[in-house]
């Protein structure tokens, strides 16, 4: 929330004085100055998220060990254990490899949006 909030204070007010002049109404000046002015927060903030689901290993780990018939069983976590705790190293080797592809899969969509929203 504090990056779209210095998101938010990046926008020049003067776009919001010019649409307010013009005539245009809360909603239009919500609609065209204020989520394009985000966007590209918005991107970055999602890339994060992603990423940053993508990398949660410990805090299951640590916290519930996969949690009560697995239900806090993140994909990278289930990978470690197949490896490592259930002594099945090829099997963990080929999760790992699928995840890599989705993760792959994932991040060249994402690198498409992201030029497209640079390019408008």
Not at 39 to 59: G, K, M, T, Y
Request: negative net charge.
């Amino acid at each position: 929330m504090m990056i779209f909030l210095s998101g938010l204070q990046d926008i020049p007010q003067f776009l919001y004085e010019a649409a307010e002049v013009d005539g245009a109404t809360p909603f239009q000046q919500f609609v065209n100055i204020t989520l394009p002015g985000l966007s590209n927060i918005a991107v970055f903030v999602s890339l994060n998220i992603v990423v940053s689901a993508f990398q949660l290993i410990i805090q299951p780990m640590m916290m519930t060990a996969g949690g009560p018939q697995n239900a806090t069983m993140t994909i990278v976590y289930e990978i470690y254990q197949t490896g490592f705790k259930y002594n099945q190293m090829g099997y963990g080797s080929a999760m790992a490899l699928v995840f890599t592809i989705i993760v792959l899969t994932i991040t060249l969509i994402q690198n498409k949006i992201t030029s497209r929203l640079n390019t408008d």
